[in-house]
């Protein structure tokens, strides 16, 4: 699956709060994962600070929790904190308006009950998801009262199940994650901290390699562990043949080889030149088309990305009696068959199966 401001929420040590709140609420969870957002995010301790008799109000009201969730929510917008205008407004998913304050080179996002000593100041700034962008901020904001829904009122005054009256924005489906070079903030449950993370897929993130390059932190599509222990082969290739640039465009189906895989061949690959070397790794790739293991044709003939063709062979695992893909190049080594060993999955640009051989091209 893809990484959005909910999977972030869950992922990071510091939102932990967070997490458990939108969990509560499918409501607010189908909102954060379907949909564009931009989301203030408050930390654990920021949902500490808050008045008890409010916090207990929402814990004990989801319409209440809901309406103040949906007031940390921009809909149909990705404002990045360059977008963020000192003393203007914004429309909030819960139809209220919180402000933009700027004091010297801190911002703060602000509702209409946060006093001045309690103005939410953004701490993190654009940590961008799979479908929207996350500010990570110090307080709770809190919306004017007849925004905080009433249960003993049967009152919603808005919140994640009633937004599209509130805003006459246009959905954008293809949100801001169009790119399998783009990064997150949280990578198999390990919080990351960065000034500038961008978007990849759950699959990216959590099983592909990973490589820090200035501020930023750069996912490969290729299943890596997030210690890299078993796709470390991979990631040194990704890397030395300037790959990055090229998988940060347009959408991808990859076919990822373990280590064990690039063991298997290291006699053959040390005979190799660069150009062959770069030959073989785009082999393992089919640009602009997104390709289930479902819809790998048995026998059929796939065109890659360095401009042969691959050709799926479908099988019984003499074990489990499952079908088996095998996606082989002409080349191929006897008894080094690429197996699809992990299929489908899904990346916010593409799709990813793991091989536990190295697809051989014509060379």
Same mark, same amino acid.
């Given at each position: ?289 997104? %390709? ?49 060993? %992990? ?21």
């Amino acid at each position: 699956m893809f990484h959005s401001p909910a999977d972030l929420a869950c992922e990071t040590d510091n939102l932990s709060t967070l997490c458990e709140l939108i969990s509560g609420s499918e409501a607010t969870t189908d909102a954060l994962t379907n949909e564009l957002f931009t989301v203030f995010a408050p930390t654990d301790e920021a949902f500490g600070s808050v008045d008890l008799e409010l916090f207990d109000d929402l814990i004990n009201c989801t319409q209440a929790m809901n309406s103040v969730l949906a007031f940390h929510t921009v809909y149909g917008e990705e404002l990045m904190s360059t977008d963020l205008e000192c003393q203007k407004t914004i429309a909030m998913a819960n139809g209220d308006d919180s402000r933009t304050v700027c004091s010297g080179d801190k911002i703060y996002q602000k509702g209409s009950l946060n006093s001045r000593d309690k103005m939410p100041e953004i701490v993190v700034a654009d940590i961008e998801a799979c479908n929207g962008v996350i500010h990570v901020v110090d307080q709770v904001m809190i919306p004017k009262e007849n925004r905080i829904a009433d249960c003993d009122a049967d009152d919603d005054a808005g919140g994640f199940e009633g937004i599209e009256p509130y805003l006459d924005l246009k959905r954008n489906s293809g949100a801001s994650c169009k790119t399998i070079g783009k990064l997150e903030t949280s990578l198999c449950g390990k919080a990351i901290v960065s000034s500038s993370f961008m978007c990849v897929t759950h699959f990216v993130l959590c099983h592909l390699t990973m490589f820090i390059l200035s501020n930023r932190i750069l996912i490969f599509p290729a299943e890596i562990a997030c210690d890299g222990s078993d796709f470390s082969t991979l990631c040194d290739l990704v890397v030395s043949n300037d790959l990055a640039e090229t998988l940060s465009e347009g959408t991808w189906t990859v076919f990822a080889p373990t280590d064990e895989a690039f063991s298997a061949i290291e006699e053959v690959a040390e005979d190799l030149d660069d150009a062959q070397i770069l030959d073989v790794l785009s082999f393992h790739a089919i640009p602009e088309q997104v %390709i289930a293991f479902e819809d790998l044709p048995c026998q059929g003939l796939t065109g890659m990305a360095n401009g042969a063709a691959s050709r799926t062979k479908c099988d019984l695992d003499d074990v489990t009696g499952e079908r088996i893909k095998i996606q082989k190049g002409a080349d191929q080594i006897d008894g080094l068959a690429p197996q699809i060993s %992990i299929p489908n999955i899904e990346a916010c640009n593409g799709m990813v199966h793991v091989v536990n051989n190295v697809m051989i091209p014509k060379l």
